[in-house]
Structure formats: C-alpha cells, structure tokens
T-cell receptor, first 112, second 116 residues
Framework: QKEVEQNSGPLSVPEGAIASLNCTYS??????FFWYRQYSGKSPELIMS????GDKEDGRFTAQLNKASQYVSLLIRDSQPSDSATYLC????????????FGTGTRLTIIP | GAVVSQHPSWVICKSGTSVKIECRSL??????MFWYRQFPKQSLMLMAT?????????EQGVEKDKFLINHASLTLSTLTVTSAHPEDSSFYIC????????????FGPGTRLLVL
C-alpha cells in the first residue's frame, strides 16, 4: 500500500461545477495535510493546509479531513479553466520533522 | 510572504561538467530545505533534506557524492550536480520550511537542467 494515494485521473469537470479530489494515507499518526497545485512545467504551489478534522474553507477551495477514515479531500467550487492542473496531496507523518510524503497527483481538467 | 527563489531557472551544460543550483528563502528563515527532482509526467521525488549547518540527509538511492548539498545559512541552500550526464537532465525543485513546528513547505520555481 502506498503511503499517500491519489487517483491519477484525468478528472474532467465542466466549468462552473464542483471538482472533488480525494487522497488517502496509510499512517494513522499523520499530523499535517497539504494540497498543492502544479501547472504543467511549473513547480508546486501551496493551496491549503489542514490539521484538524472537519472542513477548512479558503475562497473557492475547501479542504476536508477525516483522520478516523484516513482521508483528506479538496473541493473546488465554481471550477474555472485556470484550475486545470495536477493537484498533489502531501502528508506530514512526524511532528517536528518537516519532511512531506507526496501522492502522485490527480490531473484535473476543467472543460469550458 | 513565503517566497522561495531558485537560480538559475534553466541551464544547459556539457556532459562531465558540474552545475550549481541555488535556493533562497527571501522573506523567512528556513531551518530546513528540501531538494526534489521531477522527470516529465512523473511525480516529485525527494532527493535530500538539508538542515542549516549540518550534513544533508539523502534519500535511498541518491548518490551523495554526485549531488552535493550545502546549507550554509538559514536562507540559502545549494545543490551541485557533479560530473553531470544526460540521465541527470531533469527538473530540480527546492522547497523551504520555516520549521518551529510549521511543516509547510514552500517551493521554488524550479531549475530545468539539460545535459548534452
């Protein structure tokens, strides 16, 4: 089992709809969770961080964390073509150690 | 805030030469910096973790004598690819973390290396 798993996609969503990206992790002791966006040919860009169970909203983005089920998700409301990118889920497994374990990413395409 | 720069953004070199890539945290002090490599259409691969003032910790399978890492200050880490070969051609990305219990990593824009 991979430490951090994501569906590689591609995930196609119509413009204006909600895009839902999911991530599961294997280490139950994981502490911190991050979503990064990576455009083709560019480096990753931090979108959201979440540390506690529940939802965290930032503009059109909502991160959801369920530690009991070991999954974290990212919802993108009112999807725009500019949201088309690869979304990376990252997990910090050891508090105080900044090393992150990344999933392989989900490629999202917003269809105009 | 949380800006990380890399220099150069791209480099072309001949096989056998060495290439140095700089990573700087511009508006925060980074106790820890990370070096990643990414081949086309593949995921990020962590190469090493760099802590200021101490030796880097390399991931399994990464040759520490080939990829020299120096973290001389809280705002600067360098990666030197020694005796580069065409198979070292890749996208090298650094990230920096403020530390102090905040595990967020902020990525630099990356350096594209092409070895001829």
């Amino acid at each position: 089992q991979k430490e951090v798993e994501q569906n590689s996609g591609p995930l196609s969503v119509p413009e204006g709809a909600i895009a839902s990206l999911n991530c599961t992790y294997s280490d139950r002791g994981s502490q911190s969770f991050f979503w990064y966006r990576q455009y083709s040919g560019k480096s990753p860009e931090l979108i959201m961080s979440i540390y506690s169970n529940g939802d965290k909203e930032d503009g059109r983005f909502t991160a959801q964390l369920n530690k009991a089920s070991q999954y974290v998700s990212l919802l993108i409301r009112d999807s725009q073509p500019s949201d088309s990118a690869t979304y990376l889920c990252a997990v910090n497994r050891v508090r105080g150690n900044e090393k992150l374990t990344f999933g392989t990413g989900t490629r999202l395409t917003i269809i105009p | 805030g949380a800006v990380v720069s890399q220099h150069p953004s791209w480099v072309i070199c001949k096989s056998g030469t060495s290439v140095k890539i700089e990573c700087r945290s511009l508006d925060f002090q980074a106790t820890t910096m990370f070096w990643y490599r990414q081949f086309p259409k593949q995921s990020l691969m962590l190469m090493a973790t760099s802590n200021e003032g101490s030796k880097a910790t390399y991931e399994q399978g990464v040759e520490k004598d080939k990829f020299l890492i120096n973290h001389a200050s809280l705002t600067l880490s360098t990666l030197t690819v020694t005796s580069a070969h065409p198979e070292d051609s890749s996208f090298y990305i650094c990230s920096a973390s403020p530390g102090a219990g905040r595990e967020t990593q902020y990525f630099g824009p990356g350096t594209r290396l092409l070895v001829l």
